[in-house]
T-cell receptor, first 112, second 116 residues
Framework: KQEVTQIPAALSVPEGENLVLNCSFT??????LQWFRQDPGKGLTSLLL?????REQTSGRLNASLDKSSGRSTLYIAASQPGDSATYLC???????????FGKGTRLSVIA | GAVVSQHPSRVICKSGTSVKIECRSL??????MFWYRQFPKQSLMLMAT?????????EQGVEKDKFLINHASLTLSTLTVTSAHPEDSSFYIC????????????FGEGSWLTVV
């Protein structure tokens, strides 16, 4: 069964800290991996998409890495801000026209 | 701007009635759309795959007669919750796109359904 696990489930950090969110997946034959942000009561915002052939992607203060062989991805957030507080979801796609398999997310709180 | 639009964003209905949720791709044609459901503090779970011009494919445990999906055009899929019950209260969200390896999957804004 294809499963995606995210650790930790919740994280609280003071403003300004750098932090890492972890995602692991059981089947390494992925098509791509995507990180999303979800604010309470809202939909999903795509943050970064990493294709299976890539090792990392960067956007502003965010950096996502992918290690297919070990079945892991990390999302690095630099210089965290209170506005970063949200749930971060990792999702894996296994082929072109198949749905995403989601982890349960990491609930991040950045304290001012 | 949004490339996938979902409507309504919030709806309250009485138990036993039916509710329709629309998902539209605005900038592209989507032969396939996906419908997910999210209960509080849980992750998104795939309900069904909506295929343009053919029947939807439902995940195990999802009742096809209760959750009717219609994908009549390349830009619109609808999810109808029939004979809604309070336990159907949830966040429903659709997605489209992502067929190519570098193509981002876009999600609608989601629809909060409350059945009273």
């Amino acid at each position: 069964k294809q499963e995606v696990t995210q650790i930790p489930a919740a994280l609280s950090v003071p403003e300004g800290e750098n932090l890492v969110l972890n995602c692991s997946f059981t089947d390494s034959a992925i098509y791509n991996l995507q990180w999303f942000r979800q604010d309470p009561g809202k939909g999903l915002t795509s943050l970064l998409l990493i294709q299976s052939s890539q090792r990392e992607q960067t956007s502003g203060r965010l950096n996502a890495s992918l290690d297919k062989s070990s079945g892991r991805s990390t999302l690095y957030i630099a210089a965290s801000q209170p506005g970063d507080s949200a749930t971060y979801l990792c999702a894996v796609k296994y082929s072109g026209n198949t749905p995403l398999v989601f982890g349960k997310g990491t609930r991040l709180s950045v304290i001012a | 701007g949004a490339v996938v639009s979902q409507h309504p964003s919030r709806v309250i209905c009485k138990s036993g009635t039916s509710v329709k949720i629309e998902c539209r791709s605005l900038d592209f044609q989507a032969t396939t759309m996906f419908w997910y459901r999210q209960f509080p503090k849980q992750s998104l779970m795939l309900m069904a795959t909506s295929n343009e011009g053919s029947k939807a494919t439902y995940e195990q445990g999802v009742e096809k007669d209760k959750f009717l999906i219609n994908h009549a055009s390349l830009t619109l899929s609808t999810l109808t919750v029939t004979s809604a019950h309070p336990e159907d209260s949830s966040f429903y969200i659709c997605s489209a796109g992502g067929a190519g390896p570098g193509n981002t999957i876009y999600f609608g804004e989601g629809s909060w359904l409350t059945v009273v």
